[in-house]
């Protein structure tokens, strides 16, 4: 793991430990995850599921989870008030007790409402659920921050570099919104824009298209440059540059040629895809071909610090969406 941010993060988490939900806690990957998190002592693991499988799973790995809380929704001593409370907040939907019952055996709703009671500081899940069951609970119990209307998502991507500083951007969104809209991309630029800042990235905004400053045409270049002009309008002191080829947005050679002048081209570090296609296509490829090492989707927008994992992650990654993700609370 990269040690970009982390250090930093560390720190803040020793100086007000925070405790963080796994809604898979037999899970090996997340067991050993929590092993290493227990040894450092700067941050508390709340693991779900049966009491007594997780700790097989966890001796059988050779895991010592010795100080995690273990919470089985089956036996959950506070159930009755959890369940009265998941009802007044789906009560629209007329949710009986019995439906929040059910509903609550699932470690994904469960620990979204010990978040939401504020029994837990923060959520980690997706090991084996998918992205939308992770962010369904989310929404549905937590909802969005005030003055958001979506919950969007973005990927951290490091890489070491010769002067010994690591090269860190951030790319949004990769992962839930398929195909948003101007405002939308306006929402996700300045949600991605902060947490870029969280790592260390003073960001330069690059609203990417197939187009340079209108040399296509488009339904889909419109839509990129009427949102870096919404964005422009509305955050003034951000470095916003639209719409952009991915060329023209990071090599100087190619911005004077294509746009000179602008104080984003040839140095962009915050990129922001026109749908989802691009934005976890362009991800994977940094990914895999750059060597990056990509941390996300890190959730942005909601009500609450809650993240998602790939079903394919591994251990190490599972401890650094972890900090990333107690540290954003």
Do not use: W
Not at 15 to 21: A, C, L, M, R
Not at 68 to 73: R, S, T
Not at 186 to 211: H, M, Q, W
Not at 241 to 269: W, Y
Request: aromatic share 6%; hydrophobic share 40%.
């Amino acid at each position: 793991m990269s040690e970009f941010g982390f250090g930093q993060m560390i720190e803040k988490l020793k100086k007000d430990p925070k405790s963080i939900v796994f809604t898979e806690g037999n899970d090996p990957r997340i067991l050993e995850a929590a092993s290493r998190l227990l040894a450092a002592n700067f941050l508390r693991p709340i693991l779900l599921g049966n009491k007594e499988e997780v700790e097989a799973v966890a001796e059988r790995e050779g895991y010592n989870i010795r100080g995690a809380e273990i919470i089985d929704p089956e036996n959950y001593e506070k159930m009755d008030e959890m369940v009265a409370e998941f009802c007044e907040l789906r009560k629209k939907k007329g949710v009986t007790p019995e439906q929040a019952r059910d509903i609550l055996s699932h470690g994904n709703y469960f620990g979204t409402m010990l978040v939401k009671m504020g029994l837990a500081d923060s959520l980690l899940g997706g090991a084996t659920y998918s992205t939308a069951d992770t962010v369904r609970p989310a929404l549905q119990l937590l909802k969005t921050k005030p003055g958001n209307s979506i919950v969007s998502s973005c990927f951290i991507l490091v890489r070491p570099s010769a002067t010994g500083d690591p090269e860190v951007l951030a790319m949004s969104d990769c992962a839930i919104n398929i195909k948003p809209n101007e405002d939308e991309l306006v929402e996700i630029a300045a949600e991605t824009a902060n947490c870029a800042k969280i790592f260390g990235v003073d960001p330069r905004v690059a609203f990417l298209s197939y187009s340079t400053l209108g040399s296509g045409k488009g339904e889909d270049v419109d839509k990129m440059r009427n949102a870096a002009a919404k964005a422009k309008e509305k955050y003034p002191d951000l470095p916003i540059e639209g719409e952009l080829q991915f060329d023209a947005a990071v090599s100087p050679r190619v911005a004077e040629t294509k746009c000179p002048g602008s104080k984003v081209a040839g140095r962009a570090n915050t990129f922001i895809f026109p749908d989802i296609n691009a934005g976890n296509i362009g991800y994977k490829i940094a990914q895999r071909l750059g060597n990056f090492d990509a941390y996300g989707p890190i959730l942005l927008g909601l009500n609450g610090s809650i993240n998602d994992l790939s079903r394919g992650c591994n251990a190490l990654e599972v401890y650094s969406m972890a900090i990333i993700t107690a540290a954003l609370a």
